[in-house]
Structure formats: structure tokens, C-alpha cells
């Protein structure tokens, strides 16, 4: 990721398009929470395959958990007093997850490119799992040249919230996006969230 990439979500970038609110799910653990996110996609794949042309079909396009080989799909950047990596500690499904920290303003962000095929309309979503104090957390789908927002997702979740799903959906979008999840830090507050399996589907 190219280090232009890497400016402030609050004042670098220029909403075109923002993404409807999308309800939350929400489970008790990591298994249970996994079988979760599969009946929740796969309701989503019905939703949007119901609502096609004969001639269309959906498809999935991305399903990244941070395991194996994928961890190496994510790039971590912050600005101000933050951090972010590839941790084990509260996975949501798996062994592993991607986990942010702020101890300032400014915001803490772990994001990965994803290369679309052409379609019609597109629904992205997250699990975060926050910890510390009441946060702000952006789910963000950016063209990566303009460094422009297709859809942005903010939600504010008590630090104590259970892994939250999170997602945002777009129409006619480029075919090359940075997907990021940015943690918004405040002065004199501890912050951080885990952040696990993302999965993105279209239709053509």
C-alpha cells in the first residue's frame, strides 16, 4: 500500500457516495459467532440474488479472516499515538484476527486492496469486537487513486459491545478498492478493537 494511501479518514478524504445503515448481528463466542457470520452471508447472497435480473447472479467475491497466507493481504497505518497487527487473542472465527489501538486523536486504520469484477452492485461487511471505552469505528470502501469514499459505515460502540457486524453496500463502484477499518481516538483515552473475517459480495 502506497504510503499516499495513508491520510486521515476525518479530513483527507471526500464522501461521493455514503452507505445506507445496515442492522447489527451479534453472538456469544468465536464458533458460535462464526456459524453467525456464514447463515448472515448466506441470507445476504439470497437478499441480493432475489432482488437481481433473471440474467444475474451473486457471487462472492472476498471472504478474509486474517488466517494463513491472508494476514499478508492487510497493511496497518495510524496517525497519532495508535498501533495495529495480526493478534490470536479474541478471534472471531479461526486462530486469527486483526486488532487496533488509539491512546490519542487521530485514528488507527487496517485496510487491504481488492480487486472487483465488474458489477452492478456490491455489499461489504466486518466484524469488530471493541474494547476500552465508547468508540468510533469507520468501515470504509475508498478508491484508492482519488483516495475518494465509495461507501463509509461509522458506527459507535460501548467498549464492552460483543463482536459486531458492520457493513455498508455501494452501486456502480470502481473495480479496485482499499477496504479499511479505521478506530477514531480521542485525547487521554484508551482505545483498541479486534477486527475479523471480512467478506464482500456482488453481483454482476
Same mark, same amino acid.
Given at each position: 500500500m502506497r504510503s499516499t494511501l495513508l491520510r486521515s479518514p476525518l479530513r483527507q478524504l471526500f464522501v461521493r457516495s455514503?452507505?445506507?445503515? @445496515?442492522? /447489527?448481528?451479534?453472538?456469544?463466542?468465536?464458533r458460535r459467532l462464526?456459524?453467525?457470520?456464514?447463515?448472515l452471508l448466506g441470507l445476504t447472497v439470497a437478499l441480493l440474488a432475489g432482488t437481481?435480473?433473471?440474467a444475474s447472479a451473486a457471487i462472492i467475491t472476498v471472504q478474509d479472516g486474517f488466517e494463513g497466507n491472508q494476514a499478508a493481504n492487510w497493511s496497518f497505518t495510524h496517525v497519532g499515538d495508535g498501533t495495529g497487527g495480526i493478534s490470536s487473542l479474541q478471534t472471531h472465527n479461526g486462530v486469527k484476527d486483526g486488532f487496533l489501538s488509539?491512546?490519542?486523536?487521530?485514528?488507527?486504520? @487496517?485496510? /487491504?486492496r481488492v480487486a472487483l469484477p465488474t458489477t452492478t452492485n456490491c455489499t461489504a461487511g466486518?466484524?469488530?469486537?471493541?474494547?476500552?471505552?465508547t468508540q468510533q469505528i469507520n468501515f470504509e470502501i475508498i478508491e484508492p487513486v482519488s483516495?475518494?469514499?465509495?461507501?463509509?459505515?461509522?458506527?459507535?460502540?460501548?467498549?464492552?459491545?460483543p463482536y459486531t457486524f458492520v457493513s455498508t453496500s455501494w452501486n456502480h463502484g470502481p473495480t479496485d478498492i482499499?477496504?479499511?477499518?479505521?478506530?477514531?481516538g480521542a485525547n487521554g483515552v484508551q482505545l483498541g478493537t479486534w477486527v475479523d473475517d471480512l467478506g464482500i459480495l456482488c453481483i454482476t
Open positions: 455514503p452507505g445506507a445503515t @445496515v442492522p /447489527r448481528a451479534s453472538g456469544r463466542s468465536g462464526g456459524a453467525t457470520a456464514a447463515i437481481a435480473s433473471p488509539m491512546r490519542s486523536a487521530g485514528f488507527s486504520s @487496517v485496510g /487491504r466486518i466484524w469488530v469486537n471493541p474494547v476500552g471505552a483516495f475518494t469514499y465509495v461507501a463509509l459505515q461509522t458506527v459507535v460502540l460501548s467498549g464492552d459491545a482499499l477496504v479499511r477499518v479505521s478506530l477514531i
